[in-house]
């Protein structure tokens, strides 16, 4: 079964460092979300991507945070300059295109670590 | 907006005893309801789900009810194992929301001990 893959899967970084957090998602999805979990707790939405530009975003993702599809299965999550508060578990998902996408589940991958120090 | 609310964890529970987890929700429009499972280490993953009133989602003997009238969506599982010891998400995705953006739950965590 096809599956959407992160790496890395543990990210340390120190304060101020610009991170880039990769995913590939399913390869027929066209919908692509990043979601933050800390410490083991509320999954939180980030950021959902189609059609090569952001459809919706939290207040959690601010001018720090960036997404990008370079080419035509990567989908990147940027922190420019980050934060202690920035540890965390991402998690980056996709589902299929379709107009009762909404009844799609997301399916995610198992997550990159990021420690901020 | 949309809300999830699930009953508060950690749960504990023996080996075969009855699993109730309870999730109730608000939304504006008409969700689908998820439950997803993460085990130790990975990824959340698809449980089960259910798109309109009184579907009952079913998987790995674990059931929910989309129950409209009461706007809930409580996990059951008659007999529970030591490897259902996860934590386990409520989750809901609106039409009115764009591009299957789902609200999730805080999480409940089960331990089942042999």
């Known amino acids: 079964e096809p599956e959407v893959t992160q790496t890395p899967s543990h990210q340390v970084t120190q304060m101020g460092q610009e991170v880039i957090l990769r995913c590939v998602p399913i390869?027929?999805?066209?919908?692509f979300y990043w979601y933050r979990q800390i410490l083991g707790q509320k999954v939180e939405f980030l950021v959902s991507?189609?059609?090569?530009?952001?459809?919706?975003k939290s207040e959690i993702f601010d001018d720090q945070f960036s997404v990008e599809r370079p080419d035509g299965s990567n989908f990147t999550l940027k922190i420019r300059s980050t934060k202690l508060e920035d540890s965390a578990m991402y998690f980056c998902?996709?589902?299929?295109?379709?107009?009762?996408?909404?009844?799609?589940?997301?399916?995610f991958g198992n997550g990159t670590r990021l420690t901020v120090t | 907006g949309n809300s999830v609310t699930q009953m508060e964890g950690p749960v504990t529970l023996s080996e075969e005893a009855f699993l109730t987890i309870n999730c109730t929700y608000t939304?504006?429009?008409?969700?689908?309801l998820f439950w997803y499972v993460q085990y130790p280490g990975e990824g959340l993953q698809l449980l089960l789900k259910?798109?309109?009133?009184?579907d009952k989602g079913s998987n790995k003997g674990f059931e929910a009810t989309y129950r409209k009238e009461t706007t809930s969506f409580h996990l059951e599982k008659g007999s529970v194992q030591v490897s259902d010891s996860a934590v386990y998400f409520c989750?809901?995705?609106?039409?009115?929301?764009?591009?299957?953006?789902?609200?999730f739950g805080d999480g409940t965590t089960l331990t089942v001990k042999p």
């Open positions: 998902a996709s589902s299929p295109m379709g107009r009762d996408s909404y009844n799609s589940p997301l399916h």
């Open positions: 390869s027929n999805h066209l919908y």
């Open positions: 991507f189609y059609n090569n530009e952001i459809s919706e």
């Open positions: 939304a504006t429009g008409y969700p689908s």
């Open positions: 259910a798109t309109k009133a009184d």
């Open positions: 989750a809901l995705s609106d039409y009115n929301t764009n591009a299957g953006k789902s609200t």
